[in-house]
């Protein structure tokens, strides 16, 4: 069975930086493309990156690129999604996704930004 | 960035009534070598994350319901419930993945 578990929710300072896991487990992590979505309170998704873990090929939205940097560790079959700087605009749901289209979901992870 | 539009922003219907959604993007997401869509279609019911309805345009996903159908080809698109359950009451959002990936707006379905 698939599964891709998130790390916990967060609370930040504007300013402060970021690191977000998606761990993967049922299936050949480093064969299938896996993505971040954000999910704005009350709005809809936006797509926001996906990598390749076997080659760490990385594709970025427009809206995305260089605000967030995506990456992979296939050692532990865990995928990042992290910010040098957050903004309380960065307040959101984040969702890790298997695949293209994505198939499989993790649960969400809560980033709250408030000073 | 191919941009994909949804219509309607919401709509409400009966039980065991169809609904219809539409999904246009700004340009053709069919690959002339494969002769696929490179279009899909998501639901997600509140507090939850999204799940993957169909693919390919048309393919349904394993587990999915029957009632649900996807159609389209190019640029125009067309998700349907045939016959709605209190359960399908949910947001629907399109999304390509010809290019990177991009998502429409979302569609929100109420029982009427």
């Known amino acids: 069975e698939v599964q891709l578990v998130q790390s916990g929710a967060e609370l930040k300072k504007p300013g402060e930086s970021l690191k977000i896991s998606c761990k993967a487990s049922g299936y050949n992590f480093i064969s299938s493309w896996i993505g971040w979505v954000r999910q704005m309170p009350g709005k809809g998704l936006e797509w926001m990156g996906i990598?390749?873990?076997?080659?760490?090929?990385?594709r970025y939205s427009p809206s995305f690129q260089g605000q967030v940097t995506i990456s992979a560790d296939k050692s532990i079959t865990t995928a990042y999604l992290q910010w040098s700087s957050l903004a309380a605009s960065d307040t959101a749901m984040y969702y890790c996704?298997?695949?293209?289209?994505?198939?499989?979901w993790g649960q969400g992870t809560l980033v709250t930004v408030s000073s | 960035d191919i941009v994909m539009t949804q219509s309607p922003d919401s709509l409400a219907v009966s039980l065991g009534e169809r609904a219809t959604i539409n999904c246009k993007s700004s340009?053709?997401?069919?690959?002339?070598?494969?002769?696929?869509?490179?279009l899909a279609w998501y639901q997600q019911k509140p507090g939850q994350a999204p799940k993957l309805l169909i693919y390919w345009a048309s393919t349904r996903e394993s587990g999915v319901p029957d009632r649900f159908s996807g159609s389209g080809s190019g640029t125009d698109f067309t998700l349907t419930i045939s016959s709605l359950q209190a359960e399908d009451v949910a947001v629907y959002y399109c999304q390509q993945y010809f290019t990177t990936g991009t998502f429409g707006q979302g569609t929100k379905v109420d029982i009427k």
């Open positions: 996704a298997r695949g293209l289209p994505f198939d499989s």
């Open positions: 990598i390749y873990p076997r080659d760490s090929d990385t």
């Open positions: 340009q053709s997401v069919l690959y002339s070598s494969n002769n696929k869509n490179y």
